[in-house]
């Protein structure tokens, strides 16, 4: 199964796909991983696709495999949501789409300008950036968790709750 995450930064889309990925013993895709990885090797000007393409093809082999896969990214836009599907379909997986959302503004912001960097030398981003980023509103079924005002493991409990 192909578990795909999609968020803002800042609304625990990844604290939560990493411990979901951990329970699930599933392969761990991690956008953000990827990018870096790039610019540690030397890719030279501004990182558009080719992170997102580098974890289609991993998730396509792991899912061939037979693998879980948990895909976490900010998944911003309607292109790349049905790319992460095309992926899953393609390897003859089934998937589900999740979004994580933090309702609370000031939480979400309070979260985004105190939150440790987890990747060596990964610049996280401004909130400024966070809330001007193209962020394109789904418009297809998802499971939505609302992370605002509650621990993690509540907001883990109800995403394993409602995975099939």
């Known amino acids: ?3 795909i995450f999609g968020g803002l930064p800042g609304t625990g889309k990844t604290t939560l796909s990493r411990a979901l990925a951990a329970a699930r013993r599933a392969t761990y895709l ?3 991983i990827i990018e870096q990885a790039l610019r540690e090797a030397g890719h030279q000007g501004p990182i558009t696709a080719e992170g997102y ?3 289609y093809a991993l998730a396509s082999a792991n899912l061939r495999l037979g693998a879980t896969v948990v895909a976490d990214s900010v998944n911003p836009i309607a292109l790349t949501r049905d790319a992460w599907r095309k992926v899953a379909t393609e390897s003859g997986a089934p998937f589900v789409e ?3 959302i933090c309702s609370d503004p000031a939480e ?3 979260r985004v300008e105190t939150r440790e960097n987890d990747i060596e030398g990964h610049v996280q981003p401004t909130w400024r950036e966070v809330v001007e980023r193209d962020y394109e509103p789904w418009t297809r ?3 939505v968790i609302d992370t ?3 621990p993690a493991e509540e907001a883990l409990a109800e995403l394993t709750r409602a995975l099939p």
């Open 30 to 32: 991690r956008i953000d």
């Open 148 to 150: 605002a005002g509650r």
């Open 53 to 55: 393409v580098i974890a």
């Open 98 to 100: 999740i979004e994580i």
């Open 108 to 110: 979400h912001r309070r």
């Open 141 to 143: 079924d998802r499971i």
């Open 1 to 3: 199964m192909l578990i």
